[in-house]
């Protein structure tokens, strides 16, 4: 059973689509304040005044579906996107080798080694080795480093003074 709607259009299940904008500016309202914590830091968020939280769920789902199915077909990516996917462990990598190879491909290496310690825990506790990787695909799918082309840093100092 996938876990994906078939036919609806991806501005309207994840809030945008590369080739559908409300403006020539984009998607985003640039000086958009953030609703969240940050708001008493003046911290401002462009891409949360389009995302809830349905659409943040279905961003994820055909992201953790291209892991699961190893393709792109019938994740309703686009009318046009379709495709298969060929990675493979190394043959004999152990499980902190194969987080490291994922990272790479995924983030270019920028996932935290909190994160990464955390990918290979979970890795380990799964026996069979294809679900092992596909599941390390979809934890590293989830991180900001992947969501995003900065570093993500733990400070190790409780946020809730924001």
Known sequence: ????????????????????????????VQDNPTAGRGGPAQLLSPEESLLDLPMMVNLLNRFYGVAKYMNF????????????????????ASASEIVD??????????LSPEKRAIVVEAYSSISRPTDAWKRAMQLIMSTAEFHTTSLDTMSGEDRLGL
């Open 1 to 28: 059973n996938a876990i994906f709607r078939v036919g609806r259009s991806l501005k309207s299940s994840i809030g945008q689509n590369a080739f559908d904008y409300e403006t020539v500016f984009s998607h985003f």
């Open 73 to 92: 077909h019938n994740l309703n990516f686009g009318n046009s996107w379709a495709g298969n996917l060929f990675w493979t462990p190394p043959a004999g």
């Open 101 to 110: 190879e994922i990272a790479t491909i995924l983030t270019s290496g920028r």
